[in-house]
């Protein structure tokens, strides 16, 4: 198996990578940010780039990761 560079990715990716890892839904992981899921699904399409506060709040859920 290969193993991923976490440092590497972008932060978006991160959050898909903490989301399969811990098994979470969109909607879950919306709950953990404090988000829709639609908003989560926007994310990972690229068609909504999060705000400052999205993004220290999605960094402070990957601090232990990353």
């Known amino acids: 198996m290969n193993r991923i560079d976490i ?5 978006i990716t991160k959050l898909q990578v903490y989301q399969v ?3 979470l839904n969109q909607k ?4 953990k940010l404090n988000v829709s899921q639609s908003l989560i699904s ?7 780039k999060p705000s400052k ?3 220290i709040k999605i960094k ?3 601090k232990d990761i990353c």
């Open 7 to 11: 440092e590497k990715l972008d932060l």
């Open 21 to 23: 890892v811990n098994r």
């Open 28 to 31: 879950e992981l919306g709950e």
């Open 42 to 48: 926007l994310m990972y399409t690229q068609k909504y």
């Open 53 to 55: 506060e999205i993004e």
């Open 60 to 62: 402070e859920l990957l």
